[in-house]
């Protein structure tokens, strides 16, 4: 009863992810388009490279509501790095006319057609197993792998996976998400043969996960070298994991989806999640309903990649945790957002903006070693409420505080010499739950999202 | 040189310690005099028993400013024990006209002549090794055994002892203090030799000490079977630890003041203490200053003995530190008092008196046989503010708290089912610091003192 239930949710599901054939033209013809026209270009600059499709919409592996065309120019290893983006822009400016520059390890020209986005990728022509620059040489190899594979029931179901993955929130293995990429999900389904053993093996998975699709690696020397919970060896480099941009908690989210779809399969599953919108006065409300408080910081006016600006959203967010935990506040969460183009913010719930201000310091075992150290430092000490005193086999003192402020606390971190490099010099904002309308809305949204968490599969897991 | 110093403070000490010529003849009179009152009573109401004096005085141990005759009653073993008390209350009467009657393990009745406490204890004559009935049989034995060993050099150091204790507070093993009985203290001085070498070898205690002067039990069993830091075999008794009623803090206490006195030696370490006396605006200026607050639990009307309320004290307070702590309440300090007679009083000074409303709960590890519970648990819980989400391998929800206010979670827990005993169908009165006005100031004074709780001889380990 429940596999035909699971079944009959596929099929539908698989509909819904499979392009009309109109989008399907449309996408097409784009591709052959954007493919001529960089060929042409590139020939008339005189430049010895080939030019080829990768990615979802080369392999016909693509979602209908979320298309990239990315198109690789593969150059001889004796094309200098540091032209590799005015051949980007080059390309791109006279094959499409406005363009993005971009950055990940190498320089990309990002461009948009309609609603599509098209992206032009310079690269080295690698051959399997020659040393690669950046990661983006490896792609064509991947592409590679995986059109000697694919075919329409595979295809079908990487759809039918990824439009899961999407909706879940696991799928993309940009910092952001820190979930599955497209390839690695395609290499999933290629091993596991079809979506339904996928999802009945992952809902057993305990970390760590040992996938060698090829059998080209060692398990044990792959145990030892990476630390992640999901291991898939790349096919086309032994020495790479695959997952390894995979968190730990994307990874657990993808395993309890996975059994929350077997347990009660629904459509809602594969379903695109709506951004909810979230007022100012909607996250009063919710603050004073939690009785909780908000600290927000905001850094503006950056110009880097999302992908370092998210990297740096997420580090500051781990310090800024540290620092508030390690000063007593209690932290309900603290995560870091980034609009990806020049603001980065970290926010956090604490149950409250100030805490008291005397705390107990356990010190050292009476008559040990760090006994003086511990009696001269607190004895005369202005900041000394109360003892030294003994409990127990141990000495004690209660001291104030120096920061029983939240807001006094990051203001003083982030002015100081252990503050996060992003923020040296520059003016930080830093806002509280009851000015959260000077927030621009998209970290509203972030906040208020933080503040409903909640797996969206919770319900069918029981 | 120090050395040197440590001597000619033990002879200033001595001579503070050591009753004057005139103090000396007032108590050995009264002695005297009480015995034989006691000894003419007995015979006259025709019992069968033998009248001893017993503890300090009797064995001329005793300081000058803390003075306790024990007279006991020391009866045949067929002598009915409900008579005990009745036999107490006529010998006292009959004496000293008025008395109290008290209560440990049996009755006994306590006179006052002049600043001179009398006691007169009825107990049952018992050779070495017979069993006793009450721990008070045992008292003559203690006395016999110490006449036996005593000199006057080793009065004179029990004497500096028993105000080294007195004055760093470990003195008396009874539940208010659970330190060292003037027994256990003897036996030290009678071990060690002197004062010194008891403070040199106690300076580098750590637990379990084991002493036993006479070599009449087996070191291993008594480690088994004693969980106490300093184990002191009694010589009239191999079963029994002089120590146990010795606490960890005391035991710690005294080690510390050990190395205290032999590091900076002063006079100070032997003088008795003034108690602090705290109004109720020092008290609110005090919290004030410390940002903190106090609760305070008033059980009123009681009618039992110190040991007793003591007990029933530290044991309310060892639960009301648990809900508080389990309840999320950050608590600095909780303490048990009483006044003795029919008061008992628990304080706790608490980071803040109202917590936050929020609080994270730690949910299984996804996938585990808990999880299921632990989701229908919360998803629909009224209590649930967010979550269950994943983070990591594990569950998590955020709960609205069922108390954030510290008298109310008090309140709840002294009227529910788990209230301790002493408290149920009493009315406990709750009082917070502002209105610390209506505590009675013994009990404020114990507050106050907790407040700025400190060990008298930090100052001279450093």
């Given at each position: 009863?429940?596999?035909?239930?699971?079944?009959?949710?596929?099929?539908?599901?698989?509909?819904?992810?499979?392009?009309?054939?109109?989008?399907?033209?449309?996408?097409?013809?784009?591709?052959?388009?954007?493919?001529?026209?960089?060929?042409?270009?590139?020939?008339?600059?005189?430049?010895?490279?080939?030019?080829?499709?990768?990615?979802?919409?080369?392999?016909?592996?693509?979602?209908?509501?979320?298309?990239?065309?990315?198109?690789?120019?593969?150059?001889?290893?004796?094309?200098?790095?540091?032209?590799?983006?005015?051949?980007?822009?080059?390309?791109?400016?006279?094959?499409?006319?406005?363009?993005?520059?971009?950055?990940?390890?190498?320089?990309?020209?990002?461009?948009?057609?309609?609603?599509?986005?098209?992206?032009?990728?310079?690269?080295?022509?690698?051959?399997?197993?020659?040393?690669?620059?950046?990661?983006?040489?490896?792609?064509?190899?991947?592409?590679?792998?995986?059109?000697?594979?694919?075919?329409?029931?595979?295809?079908?179901?990487?759809?039918?996976?990824?439009?899961?993955?999407?909706?879940?929130?696991?799928?993309?293995?940009?910092?952001?998400?820190?979930?599955?990429?497209?390839?690695?999900?395609?290499?999933?389904?290629?091993?596991?043969?079809?979506?339904?053993?996928?999802?009945?093996?992952?809902?057993?998975?305990?970390?760590?996960?040992?996938?060698?699709?090829?059998?080209?690696?060692?398990?044990?020397?792959?145990?030892?070298?990476?630390?992640?919970?999901?291991?898939?060896?790349?096919?086309?480099?032994?020495?790479?994991?695959?997952?390894?941009?995979?968190?730990?908690?994307?990874?657990?989210?993808?395993?309890?989806?996975?059994?929350?779809?077997?347990?009660?399969?629904?459509?809602?599953?594969?379903?695109?999640?709506?951004?909810?919108?979230?007022?100012?006065?909607?996250?009063?409300?919710?603050l004073?309903?939690?009785?909780t408080d908000i600290i927000?910081?905001?850094?503006?006016?950056?110009?880097?990649?999302?992908?370092?600006?998210?990297?740096?959203?997420?580090?500051?967010?781990?310090?800024?945790r540290?620092?508030l935990e390690?000063?007593?506040f209690r932290v309900l969460w603290c995560?870091?957002?980034?609009?990806?183009?020049?603001?980065?913010?970290?926010a956090a719930e604490l149950e409250s903006m100030e805490i008291?201000?005397?705390?107990?310091?356990?010190?050292?075992?009476?008559?040990?070693?760090?006994?003086?150290?511990?009696?001269?430092?607190?004895?005369?000490?202005?900041?000394?409420?109360?003892?030294?005193?003994?409990?127990?086999?141990?000495?004690?003192?209660?001291?104030?505080?120096?920061?029983?402020?939240a807001a006094?606390?990051?203001?003083?971190?982030?002015?100081?010499?252990?503050?996060?490099?992003?923020?040296?010099?520059?003016?930080?904002?830093?806002?509280t739950g009851?000015?959260?309308?000077?927030?621009?809305?998209?970290?509203?949204?972030?906040?208020?999202?933080?503040?409903?968490?909640?797996?969206?599969?919770?319900?069918?897991?029981?």
């Amino acid at each position: 009863m429940q596999q035909y239930d699971l079944i009959s949710v596929l099929e539908r599901v698989s509909e819904l992810v499979t392009p009309s054939k109109e989008r399907r033209e449309k996408v097409e013809g784009l591709l052959r388009e954007s493919l001529f026209k960089v060929e042409s270009i590139i020939k008339d600059m005189g430049i010895n490279a080939e030019v080829v499709p990768v990615g979802s919409v080369a392999r016909d592996t693509w979602l209908p509501d979320d298309i990239d065309i990315d198109i690789f120019i593969l150059l001889s290893r004796d094309f200098p790095e540091d032209k590799l983006g005015s051949i980007a822009v080059e390309v791109a400016r006279r094959a499409f006319g406005s363009y993005t520059l971009r950055y990940s390890e190498h320089p990309y020209a990002s461009c948009r057609v309609d609603d599509i986005d098209i992206e032009i990728v310079p690269a080295y022509k690698i051959m399997k197993g020659e040393k690669i620059v950046s990661s983006a040489d490896r792609t064509p190899l991947h592409n590679n792998y995986l059109m000697g594979k694919l075919n329409s029931n595979l295809r079908k179901d990487i759809r039918i996976l990824k439009a899961f993955a999407k909706s879940i929130g696991v799928y993309g293995a940009e910092v952001k998400v820190e979930g599955f990429s497209g390839y690695l999900l395609e290499l999933l389904i290629l091993f596991y043969g079809d979506f339904i053993s996928l999802v009945r093996n992952a809902a057993d998975w305990r970390p760590p996960v040992f996938i060698d699709i090829e059998r080209i690696a060692s398990k044990g020397e792959a145990l030892k070298k990476f630390d992640s919970p999901l291991i898939v060896i790349d096919p086309v480099d032994p020495n790479r994991n695959v997952a390894s941009p995979l968190s730990k908690t994307q990874f657990f989210r993808f395993v309890a989806a996975c059994r929350a779809l077997l347990n009660k399969p629904t459509e809602e599953m594969f379903r695109s999640r709506k951004e909810i919108s979230f007022t100012p006065s909607r996250i009063k409300k919710e603050l004073l309903e939690r009785g909780t408080d908000i600290i927000v910081l905001l850094v503006e006016d950056l110009d880097l990649p999302p992908d370092t600006l998210w990297t740096q959203a997420k580090y500051i967010s781990k310090r800024i945790r540290y620092v508030l935990e390690e000063n007593g506040f209690r932290v309900l969460w603290c995560a870091g957002h980034t609009d990806e183009k020049s603001t980065v913010a970290v926010a956090a719930e604490l149950e409250s903006m100030e805490i008291p201000k005397a705390l107990i310091r356990e010190g050292p075992p009476v008559a040990s070693q760090g006994e003086r150290d511990f009696l001269i430092k607190h004895i005369s000490d202005k900041n000394t409420l109360s003892g030294p005193y003994i409990e127990g086999d141990r000495w004690y003192v209660v001291k104030r505080r120096r920061f029983f402020n939240a807001a006094d606390l990051i203001s003083d971190y982030l002015s100081g010499k252990n503050a996060p490099k992003l923020v040296r010099g520059r003016k930080v904002r830093i806002v509280t739950g009851n000015e959260i309308g000077k927030v621009p809305e998209e970290i509203r949204n972030f906040i208020g999202k933080n503040l409903l968490r909640k797996e969206v599969f919770t319900e069918m897991l029981v």
